[in-house]
């Protein structure tokens, strides 16, 4: 049975400008300061304190504000009630993963990109090369002796 409609486009075109640009971060685990999960009274599910040091530690999350880490956070609630027992949480938490960029695929819709650092140590520049004079050959051309 045949599909109905218009054939695809050989050279499809997107006519939406691109609204942002990339973001590029440096690839380097974030090590800067970031919140504490709050005391639980029945503790954290050891997946979801694995998912938190993960989270924290994400390169992009040194552009993060404190909204960020407090979404982050009510993310964390939501993981912990997931693994002890309510599977009913899944379709938030992949919905918040999105919004958080846990994923390639998640940073890649928020146009995140993870770069490599540029190099600490100085760049070191080969001897110097041999250069001929450029005033010499001029006078040689110009005839002169």
Same mark, same amino acid.
Request: with cysteine; hydrophobic share 40%; net charge positive.
């Given at each position: 049975? #045949?599909?109905?409609?218009?054939?695809?486009?050989?050279?499809?075109?997107? =006519?939406? /400008?691109?609204?942002?640009?990339?973001? @590029?971060? *440096?690839?380097? +685990?974030? #090590?800067?300061?970031?919140?504490?999960?709050?005391? @639980?009274?029945?503790?954290?599910?050891?997946?979801?304190?694995?998912?938190?040091?993960?989270? =924290?530690?994400? +390169?992009?999350?040194?552009?993060?504000? *404190?909204? *960020?880490?407090?979404? /982050?956070?009510?993310? #964390?609630? @939501?993981?912990?009630?997931?693994?002890?027992?309510? $599977?009913?949480?899944?379709?938030?938490?992949? @919905?918040?993963?999105?919004?958080?960029?846990?994923?390639?695929? !998640?940073?890649?819709?928020? %146009?995140? %990109?993870?770069?490599?650092? $540029?190099?600490? /140590? $100085?760049?070191?520049?080969?001897?110097?090369?041999?250069?001929?004079?450029? !005033?010499?050959?001029? =006078? =040689?051309? /110009?005839?002169?002796?």
């Amino acid at each position: 049975m #045949a599909i109905t409609g218009r054939p695809p486009s050989e050279r499809p075109r997107n =006519r939406n /400008a691109k609204v942002h640009d990339w973001t @590029l971060v *440096d690839a380097v +685990p974030f #090590a800067g300061p970031s919140p504490e999960l709050p005391e @639980l009274d029945d503790g954290w599910h050891p997946q979801t304190l694995a998912w938190w040091g993960a989270v =924290r530690s994400m +390169p992009h999350c040194r552009l993060w504000t *404190d909204t *960020d880490w407090q979404f /982050a956070i009510e993310t #964390a609630l @939501l993981s912990n009630e997931f693994w002890h027992g309510e $599977p009913a949480r899944a379709a938030e938490l992949r @919905l918040r993963a999105g919004k958080l960029g846990i994923t390639h695929e !998640d940073r890649l819709k928020l %146009r995140i %990109r993870y770069v490599d650092p $540029p190099s600490k /140590a $100085p760049a070191v520049s080969a001897a110097p090369a041999e250069v001929t004079r450029l !005033d010499e050959r001029r =006078r =040689r051309l /110009a005839g002169a002796p």
